[in-house]
Structure formats: C-alpha cells, structure tokens
C-alpha cells in the first residue's frame, strides 16, 4: 500500500470545490465542502449539544427527526456554497441563501438534499489530483 494514494488535498476539502456528474441531476453542478471539512464538523456538533435533554430519547441520543433537521440545517449553513446549472420553470435560478435555506429543509425537495449530500462527500475525497479538473470549471 502505497501512502500516497491515501493522501487527500485538506485545502479542497474546506474551501469546497465545484462537483458536477450529481446522478439524476441533470446540468447541475454545487460548490460544496466536504463532509468533513472542519466547518461542517464544528457546525453539526455545535447544532446536536444544543439539543436539550428532554427532547432526547432516553439513551441521550437525537431523534430521528432531530438529526434530519441538523442535518439539513449544516447543508445550509456549511455544506452547500454555490450552484450552477439550476432552474426554476425552466428559468435559471442564482444562488441564494434563502432558496437553498428553503429547498434543503423542506422533505418535499429531499432530491435536491441528497444532492448535496452525494457532492459532500465527493468532496471529502479531497484527491490532490481533481484539483486540477475542478479548477477549469
């Protein structure tokens, strides 16, 4: 084994980068950072200690609507940076905070979360050498 082939760009990872290929996504490319980017790790663990303990189960542990509500919220406030490639009725759509805010926490659009998700953790791959494709984009 080769410990080269296991090292990752940490840059790439926390800046985000630009992934496109998403399955079923048509032309859509997102700018994101990695699952775990040090932002992305801080946001969630500071989102779950924030949990009180009478909206916990018994063990201590989040519900499973409570990490789905996390877990859409550090997409939106840490994970997703940019879009490219989205449109609305057939109109293209800029990036903005409020519509991602939106369509990442609302179950109706959970395509467009997974998404994210998937290009997350292409990201966290962080491979020095996509660095050079995802620049060109």
Do not use: C
Request: proline share 4%; glycine share 6%.
């Amino acid at each position: 084994m080769d410990i080269q082939s296991l090292r990752k760009d940490s840059a790439l990872i926390t800046e985000g980068q630009w992934i496109d290929a998403i399955p079923n996504m048509g032309d859509l490319r997102l700018r994101v950072r990695g699952a775990s980017s040090p932002r992305v790790v801080a946001v969630r663990a500071r989102k779950q200690r924030a949990v009180p303990r009478n909206e916990r189960l018994r063990d201590g542990s989040l519900t499973v609507e409570t990490t789905i509500q996390i877990e859409t919220e550090v997409l939106h406030e840490a994970v997703l940076l940019d879009w490219d490639g989205l449109t609305d009725g057939g109109k293209p759509v800029k990036y903005d905070p409020a519509l991602a805010h939106e369509w990442l926490t609302n179950p109706d659009f959970r395509d467009f979360a997974d998404a994210v998700v998937w290009a997350s953790q292409v990201a966290d791959r962080g491979i020095a050498d996509q660095k050079d494709a995802t620049e060109k984009n």
